[in-house]
């Protein structure tokens, strides 16, 4: 069974400038989260959808940071404009519903911003 | 607001030897996570604590959840260098099912 699915693995952009990443969960997992991993800390919540509905974005920079899970399955993760401080490494991860079982985590996606 | 912190940050031992990974949290909770992360990849989920008293073990780790001292540890026995990794724990909410905040983490460094 295919795991959390991420892309791209890897992204440099310029200051100012917007990206998107992408992630596809595990089938069937109606619970989808977005973390921010700077380096030597733990993921921090960004955002957490159940189906299509963001149920917990309290911790989403909304001025510039955009989500969506259109279909209640793939999801997108978009930062319009990029901030040298957005340099992170950004997880998807997704579980079953119910909030008693553990998460599983992509391979995620490091921004560098120059 | 839920707080965890996670000690010590940084552990350093010989192949053979036990030790433990504190994981204590500020508020109430009855549910615990374990997730390992080796460098450059994603978090593996080890274990899920669901109530005061759990025990799990895999292996030559085990972790146990105390909800009342609000502790939960991670210990590991006869440690072997493929154990070497940064060992996170993850409070969740009962007033907010699905949500969980991490402590930053544990780099073990198993010497041979």
């Known amino acids: 069974e295919a795991g959390v699915v991420q892309s791209p693995r890897y992204k440099i952009i310029e200051k100012k400038q917007p990206v998107a990443f992408w992630c596809n969960p595990i089938?069937?997992?109606?619970?989808l989260y977005w973390y921010l991993q700077n380096l030597g800390q733990g993921p921090e919540l960004l955002i957490r959808y159940e189906n299509e509905e963001a149920v917990d974005d309290s911790q989403l920079p909304k001025d510039r940071f955009s989500a969506e899970r259109l279909k209640g399955v793939d999801s997108t993760l978009k930062i319009q404009p990029a901030e040298l401080g957005d340099s992170a490494v950004y997880l998807c991860?997704?579980?079953?519903?119910?909030?008693?079982?553990?998460?599983?985590f992509g391979q995620g996606t490091r921004l560098t911003v120059v | 607001e839920l707080k965890v912190e996670q000690n010590p940050l940084f552990l350093s031992m010989q192949e053979g030897k036990n030790y433990t990974i504190y994981c204590n949290y500020s508020?109430?909770?009855?549910?615990l996570y374990w997730y390992r992360q080796d460098p450059g990849k994603s978090l593996e989920s080890l274990f899920v604590?669901?109530?005061?008293?759990a025990v799990k073990q895999e292996g030559r780790l085990m972790a146990s959840l105390d909800t009342k001292a609000r502790l939960s540890t991670l210990h590991i026995t006869a440690a072997v260098h493929d154990l070497s990794a940064t060992y996170f724990c993850?409070?969740?909410?009962?007033?907010?099912?699905?949500?969980?905040?991490f402590g930053d983490g544990t780099t073990l460094t198993v010497k041979p």
């Open positions: 993850a409070v969740g909410y009962n007033t907010n099912a699905g949500k969980s905040t």
């Open positions: 089938s069937g997992h109606n619970t």
């Open positions: 991860a997704s579980s079953e519903a119910g909030g008693n079982t553990e998460a599983f």
């Open positions: 508020t109430t909770s009855d549910r």
């Open positions: 604590l669901l109530s005061n008293g």
